[in-house]
């Protein structure tokens, strides 16, 4: 399983960024997939999560209502809206994919992609 995130870069507080991951599954539909975030000096977290169908999602507090997860079958893609960005958001950003849900929520997935750096200045 290979992940490839992208999209991150450096903007101004207020600004929004898309991520993207792409993946190279086959059977990309049965997979629940999530994106993380890690800051230096801190732990990994979780940011969304979004299940095989599309149906379900997940959001962390702090981004609730700033960013949205989405995903393209079709393309084999899941997308990470970021809206309203805050120096805070600033991290390297990873997606993952698992078959289970528990996993993704957990942030112990099975597969995990190379990590996009967003940064946000003030």
């Known amino acids: 399983v290979q992940l490839q995130a992208s999209g991150g870069g450096s903007v101004q507080a207020g600004d929004s960024l898309k991520l993207t991951c792409a993946a190279s599954l086959r059977t990309f539909n049965t997979y629940n997939m999530g994106w993380f975030r890690q800051a230096p000096g801190r732990a990994r977290e979780l940011v969304a999560a979004?299940?095989?169908?599309?149906?379900?999602?997940n959001y962390a507090d702090f981004v609730k209502g700033r960013f949205t997860i989405s995903r393209q079958n079709a393309n084999k893609t899941v997308s990470l809206q970021m809206n309203s960005l805050k120096p805070e958001d600033t991290a390297v950003y990873y997606c993952a994919a698992d078959h289970r849900w528990g996993p993704i929520l957990a942030g112990t997935a099975g597969s995990w992609g190379q990590g996009t750096q967003v940064t946000v200045s003030s």
């Open positions: 979004i299940t095989w169908s599309g149906a379900s999602t």
